[in-house]
């Protein structure tokens, strides 16, 4: 299982927004409403961002929103800050219980 | 306080054998389906292997499959990876990880460290 695809990095601007794609395939992102999303600082364990494409769990902020058209999910963040500048991670389920993470983006908050 | 704090890193020969462990708290963890990822240095989170609940299912992922063999002991709460057949493609920091959600984990550990190397 290959990787899914998403840009090497990032940025923008405090109060601005930024959104990254994370492209798969049918088999994986396109096929299922399971992309999650997940965010690393450096030297940090991941913190999940979103789950089933579009859903925040409890004390995540509304800044940060997921969608999913064909076979490739995107993260917004939205009203940028300062610790918002990290890792994000894109996870798909491939079915038969396996999963794929994307390949990394890193945001920098300029 | 939801827990999970993993142990049996180190250092090993190419070929040779680790026992990653996950002591967990703070949770019913015979509810929940249990994730492995793993991250080499400087490098992307990989997921690793899943089991259910009650220990009746199992995945993995194709690079280490035949390799590795995730089980747990929910009487004892801990979550276990036994790794066989080491390669130096296998270094990394290991999490084990909750599934709290469909199709997604929302707890991690804060990993161990696996160097393969001779």
């Known amino acids: 299982q290959s990787a899914l695809t998403q840009p090497p990095s990032a940025s923008g601007s405090p109060g601005q927004s930024v959104t990254i794609s994370c492209t798969g395939t049918s088999s994986d992102v396109g096929g299922y409403n399971s992309v999650s999303w997940y965010q690393q600082h450096p030297g940090k364990a991941p913190k999940l961002m979103i789950y089933?494409?579009?859903k925040r769990p409890s004390g995540v902020p509304d800044r940060f929103s997921g969608s999913k058209s064909g076979n490739t999910a995107s993260l917004t963040v939205s009203g940028l800050q300062a610790e918002d500048e990290a890792d994000y991670y894109c996870s798909s389920y491939t079915g038969s219980n396996n999963y794929v993470f994307g390949t990394g983006t890193k945001v920098t908050v300029l | 306080e939801v827990q999970l704090v993993e142990s049996g890193g180190g250092l090993v020969q190419p070929g040779g054998s680790l026992r990653l462990s996950c002591a967990v708290s703070?949770?019913?963890?015979?509810?929940?389906?249990m994730d492995w990822v793993r991250q080499a240095p400087g490098k992307g989170l990989v997921w690793v292997s899943q089991i259910s609940g009650d220990g009746s299912s199992t995945s993995y992922a194709d690079s280490v499959k035949g390799r590795f063999t995730i089980s747990r002991d929910n009487a004892k709460k801990t979550l276990h990876l036994q790794m066989n057949s080491l390669r130096a493609e296998d270094t990394a920091v290991y999490y084990c990880?909750?599934?709290?959600?469909?199709?997604?984990?929302?707890?991690w550990g804060q990993g161990t460290t696996v160097t393969v190397s001779s």
């Open positions: 089933e494409v579009s």
């Open positions: 990880a909750r599934g709290g959600f469909p199709f997604a984990v929302d707890v």
């Open positions: 703070g949770f019913d963890f015979s509810s929940y389906w």
